[in-house]
């Protein structure tokens, strides 16, 4: 049944990328002739010999039964654009990701380890517990920053400015490490603060106090506490390895590289459907492919222990502790906002075109000189509202989705399997192109990556040993599900959903700095980027400002995480205050007696 689910999930899916012309309300024939020769006439003869040469006259329908059909004997169909076979061009595009997505993977695990780091060495000397789910700011900037933007910062600066390595073009090894770091630094950002969140309860379990009463090294506890805590965060790391390859569309793009996402834009855009389809078919085996590796490499990792009910909870030992730092974040974000909203972000000044910050303009100025901090403040709300309510929206439904995973595991693979970018394709030609268009797309897609750790989390909370003798007293599912499995799975979710507030605001700026999104004169942060990204090298303050914002809202998003409170004044004890003690022992002589006799008696005792 399982397996019909997720063929039927993947039809589906085919489906309604072949209705992509019908759905977008627009002529497939007048969207090819545009694609193969921009300045031809569309005359309505040369429509209609189109539309006989491509079959549209027959409907979606029979072109995706044709299409289906060939598959079995390797055929793909032809290009509607070039007229090739598709299946070369989509195999060489699929060899390009899958090496670009093998770099970005290793620089991934290298910015987990050094993120989650600290909690590793801290953790086998007992002290990994007091480390907040806050803490790591670094590792926040790191998450937050748009992988468009990453990737435009080391092609000017370290390709074209250094020289010191190839900035466009995909030719060998050297041409992979910028677009690997591009891709890999926000990814192993993520998981690291995913993974160090949930490697205090992995030193807190009793096996890891043993080790430490009998003296074993600290490496080799940190080893095993880490070998605990991956398994629930695998099935997100098979979730990334498909995001990586279909997803890399802005990457892609800024350094030229001829891989599986930059096609599939280039046949979304010109409803090249053949093109389009094998490149959502490859994808989705992908995907397949890695969600059923990464289960398998998590029933390894946790041995006999999951099939007998006999692991430990993987629970905290205590809450993070709340911090303070947050409210600084948000009173310079708000302060932002604020200073933003009482300037004219439409004023257009062009004899003050790209000015760099002064007191006149804190930000400097854009292309047409509209001030840049009126820009910001005024796209706040719309970036901010919607990237909270879609991660609200995200939150609700990956947790209900992943207490189902026999529901929710194809799903989201399949669901994962499509890119922002088609996805926002696909919503907007069903509902139109708008500045809810973003909103509606990557909230499609947001929930999978919680469902999923959902599910790895429920996993093995049911194969606790104290949930087996809670069952076994006679517990309904209702209560075990009420008490014992929501308190410890809600926690880890909802921290990671604030772990993910950042990536949602880059997904809506990144469906916005490709064109589908608001459009001008909107201000929304997506699009400010957009504008002023072809400006980065000669105005680089132009795209720095809303980068900023973008990273500051990743700052908040993450120390906040762990709680907030508000910063206490420190009491001072008498022993604080150099020299107070004998003040006070002059000022008060008889209590120096009365403390000093009740001292000496307390000795005696």
Known sequence: MVALWRVALAGALLCGIGLLPWLSRTDPARTVLKARAADRDPSPELLESLRSQLGLDNGPLRLLGGWLAGLPQGDAGSSWISGTAVAPSVAEALGVSLLLMGGALVVAAAT??????????LGPRRRAARRGAGAGSGGALLAALPEFLLASVLAAVVGVRLGWLPA??????????????????????????????????????????????????????????LRRAVPGVLP?????????????????????????????????????LPM????????????????????????????????????????????????????????????????????DPLAVHTAAR??????????????????????????????????????????VAGVLLGLVPRLSGGLAETVNAVPPVLAGLLVAGAAGRGPYTPALAV?????????????????QQRAAAHLAATRALGASRRHLLRRHILPAVLPPIVRHALLRLPSVALAL?????????????????????????????????????????????????????????????????????????????????RNAGGESDSAEHGREG
């Open 112 to 121: 987990a380890g050094a993120v989650c780091g600290r909690t590793l060495w």
């Open 168 to 225: 466009v073009g995909w030719y060998g090894p050297r041409w992979m490490v910028l677009p690997s770091l591009a891709l890999g630094l926000p990814a192993g950002a993520l998981l690291g603060r995913v993974l160090d969140d949930a490697l205090p309860g992995a030193f807190a379990e009793p096996w890891s106090r043993a080790a430490t009463a009998r003296g074993l090294p600290a490496r080799r506890i940190a080893r095993q506490a």
């Open 236 to 272: 997100n790391i098979g979730l990334f390895m498909v995001g990586l390859t279909g997803g890399a569309v802005a990457v892609e793009q800024v350094f030229d590289i001829p891989g599986l996402g930059r096609l599939s834009l280039q046949a979304a855009i010109a409803q090249d």
């Open 276 to 343: 389009l389809q094998a490149c959502a078919l490859v994808l989705i085996l992908l995907a397949a492919a890695a969600g059923g590796l990464a289960r398998l490499a998590a029933r390894l990792l946790l041995g006999p222990a999951l099939r007998d009910g006999a692991l430990p909870s993987l629970d905290r030992p205590t809450a993070p502790s709340a911090r303070a730092i947050p409210l600084l974040y948000a009173a310079l974000l708000l302060a932002v906002v604020v200073l933003g909203a009482l300037r």
């Open 354 to 395: 790209l000015t760099a910050p002064s007191w006149a303009h804190p930000f400097g100025t854009d292309a047409l000189g509209r001030d840049l901090l009126a820009r910001v403040g005024h796209g706040a709300l719309s970036t901010l509202a919607l990237a909270v309510a879609v991660s609200a929206a995200a939150l």
């Open 443 to 459: 909230a499609a897609v947001a929930w999978a990556p919680l469902a999923t750790h959902t599910s790895a989390l429920l996993r």
């Open 509 to 589: 700026a990144a469906l916005g700095f490709l064109g589908l999104g608001a459009q001008p004169p909107s201000p929304e942060w997506g699009r400010l980027l957009a504008e002023n990204h072809p400006y980065a090298e000669r105005a680089p303050w132009a795209v720095l400002a809303p980068a900023a914002a973008l990273a500051l809202l990743g700052l908040l998003a993450v120390t906040a995480s762990g709680g907030v409170r508000w910063p206490r004044r420190r009491r001072l004890r008498i022993d604080d205050r150099p020299g107070a003690l004998i003040g006070s022992l002059r000022s008060n002589p």
